[in-house]
Structure formats: C-alpha cells, structure tokens
C-alpha cells in the first residue's frame, strides 16, 4: 500500500492549509517510528513492513499542481496499481476538521487531485480528504496560509486520527470499515 499526502515541500509551505495530506503522512510516519526522508520518485518517502505487508508513505516534493507525476512514479516502482493507493489531502470544500473518505470521484476544486487523476487516467483513486472550510478571501492565499495556533492543534489531533485509521487499513484491508470510521470523525 501507498499512502500519499498532497502538500508543497519547504519551509515556506510548512504548516499551511494546503499541506494538510503531509501532516496526515507524517502522522502515520511518527506512529511507526519512520522519518520520511528518502528522496525516490519525485517524493520523500519511508518504506517499511507493516503487519507483513510493504507499506510506502511518500509526500510528493513536485508542488502542489504536478503531484499526478510523483504519484505515477510511485506506482511504477513499487508495481502497485491504483487501487492500492490512497491520497490525502486538503478539501475547501469540507467544513475544517471533517474528514471524508471515499473509493473514487473527481478532483472537485483541488488542483493537486486534479493532476493526479490526469496522469492516472482513472478517477478510481482512494482518497481521504480533510477540510479546510471555504475562504471568504482570495484562495491562494488561504490554502497557503497558516491556522492559527489553536486550529493547528486541532488540525494535529485529526491528523493522529486519520492515521491511526489509516493503518488500521494498511492491516486489515477493509476499506467499507475505514470509510465508516473515517467519514463518522
């Protein structure tokens, strides 16, 4: 299993809304006792064993708009197909802090899912998406900046949580049952 946080790499990127699918990543990376810091296929990743299974977790370093390229890389190196990939990233769409977690569907206003699917010619791409509410501002400015400090917090104990289900996943392999506990956080 591949599991794929959304997000812009650098430290002028770190912490803002947009990268939201990293701090879910990194999450599940501190959870394992991995840090994420092999450079392989356009992405810093970490690949372990988990419960008997490989599982990679990989924050693409393309930027936002061409995270489909790294994705295919991935994909292409580990002999996985789509299905046995899931994305992660920041949804304007959701109110903050709801997750929702679905088998398929279209990229909606996300640029970075858009590539994604692009490269992979299929909207058949698990994803787990967290929302970050709507701006009543300009939207690049909002999904490249910060939350305060109190909704950091809150955004860091979501994270936990995805991750934690995330490799309850990774494990068990039942999406219904990740989709259920996912989508009622």
């Not at 959304?6 to 990127?13: E, H, I, R, T, V």
């Not at 990376?29 to 988990?50: F, P, Q």
């Amino acid at each position: 299993m591949i599991i794929i946080g959304l997000g812009n790499p650098g430290l002028k990127y770190k912490g803002t809304l947009h990268n939201v699918g990293y701090g879910v990543v990194e999450a599940a990376a501190e959870k394992l006792g991995k840090k994420i810091n092999k450079l392989e296929c356009s992405s810093l990743t970490a690949v372990c064993e988990y419960n008997g299974k490989k599982l990679v977790l990989a924050k693409p370093v393309t930027y936002m708009n061409n995270s489909g390229e790294a994705v295919k890389s991935l994909v292409s190196k580990y002999g996985a197909d789509a299905g046995e990939i899931i994305i992660c990233y920041d949804d304007i769409d959701l109110e903050r802090f709801d997750v929702r977690i679905r088998a398929k569907g279209s990229a909606g206003t996300h640029n970075g899912m858009r590539s994604v699917i692009r490269v992979m010619q299929t909207e058949d791409i698990k994803r787990l998406r967290i929302g970050i509410g709507k701006p009543d501002y300009d939207l690049k400015d909002y999904v490249l900046g910060k939350p305060s400090k109190n909704d950091a917090a809150l955004f860091k104990t979501v994270f936990s949580e995805c991750a934690e289900l995330l490799l309850k996943y990774a494990s068990d392999g039942d999406f219904d049952k990740f989709m259920r506990e996912g989508n009622s956080l």
